[in-house]
């Protein structure tokens, strides 16, 4: 019953916490009269991100690597064929230049380098980890430098004026505890109940601790389409990817050295993360052209319909 209690206060939690990050999010983009896309992409992103990187580290740290791995794994999937496909059936959403531009390829290179280092050998080292953090440096300098003088993405979408740079920070602050609270008692919940079935680590891993994990972004893209600031919802999501990989790995390797245990992380869950993230490319150019709506929504949610079923059975 407590277990249950936790899932259902982590989510409360989490639905408070996006509201209020992606209200920091909004004051910051105009406060720095910078692309809202590239707010989605850093400051959001990160946010949504710290739950992954707490369960990364603790779980690494205590020997359970392929939660720490499948967390990750589970989690890229989960945003783009679960949070994404609710995201566009919900609204359709228009895609700007930037995302085949920087962000679709930054987090295709990431997801790529994630499997060049760890395919392989089942092991991702400090090293390997180092150099997953610093082009995660390299590639938030590129973003705001690339995306910085390209604003052209105010057209449709309300902008919300903040009134102090205080209220944005304190915005930021609650937002991002909520989130990582939430995500806390939603995952402590989530394991202990999946435990009772007797399920590997990586099953938990992959499906429980990663979608508890997506949440925060389901939440934050949610309430993004809402209040139609629909840059924020897919930059937030590109950018958690990119995060996972490069932040919330390459910490957590730095930190503690990742060893794969089940093989079916590496013969089966990242190649799913591979096509997924490749597959958005061409969905964003057919049939709508730089649009993705409910009908690639219904494509992407059935693709994780099949992820979870061959995964599970």
């Not at 406060?31 to 580290?57: D, H």
């Not at 395919?119 to 440096?137: H, I, K, N, S």
């Not at 061409?282 to 709508?288: D, E, Q």
Request: aromatic letters at 12%; proline letters at 3%; hydrophobic letters at 55%.
């Amino acid at each position: 019953m407590m277990d249950i209690f936790f899932i259902f206060s982590g989510l409360i939690l989490l639905v408070f916490g996006g509201d209020f990050l992606l209200k920091s999010a909004v004051g910051f983009a105009n406060r720095m009269q910078i692309p809202r896309i590239v707010i989605g992409m850093t400051i959001v992103s990160f946010a949504t991100s710290a739950p992954e990187l707490i369960v990364s580290i603790k779980s690494a740290i205590e020997g359970h690597a392929d939660i720490a791995l499948g967390n990750v794994i589970g989690s890229n999937i989960a945003n783009l064929g679960l949070v994404l496909s609710i995201t566009t059936i919900l609204c359709s959403i228009d895609i700007k230049k930037h995302f085949y531009k920087t962000d679709w390829p930054i987090m295709m290179f990431s997801s790529l380098l994630l499997y060049l280092f760890i395919g392989f050998d089942g092991v991702l080292g400090r090293v390997e980890g180092a150099v997953l953090f610093f082009f995660l440096l390299l590639a938030l300098v590129f973003l705001f430098k690339f995306n910085r003088s390209s604003v052209d993405e105010t057209s449709d979408e309300v902008i919300d004026k903040s009134p102090s740079l205080f209220k944005d920070i304190s915005f930021l602050a609650i937002g991002g505890l909520g989130l990582w609270g939430g995500a806390e008692l939603l995952i402590s919940g989530s394991i202990e109940i999946a435990k009772q079935f007797h399920v590997s680590e990586r099953i938990i891993g992959i499906t429980v601790v990663s979608i508890g994990t997506s949440v925060p972004e389901l939440a934050t893209s949610i309430i993004a389409v809402i209040k139609k600031e629909k840059a924020i919802s897919i930059g937030n999501l590109i950018g958690s990817n990119m995060f996972n990989i490069l932040a919330v790995l390459g910490i957590t390797s730095i930190i503690q050295p990742i060893h794969v245990m089940d093989n079916g992380l590496m013969n089966s869950d990242i190649f799913w993360m591979l096509a997924v993230s490749f597959l958005i490319f061409p969905l964003v150019f057919a049939p709508t052209k730089m649009k993705l709506a409910w009908k690639e929504g219904c494509l992407l949610i059935s693709i994780y319909i099949c992820f979870l079923f061959f995964t599970l059975f």
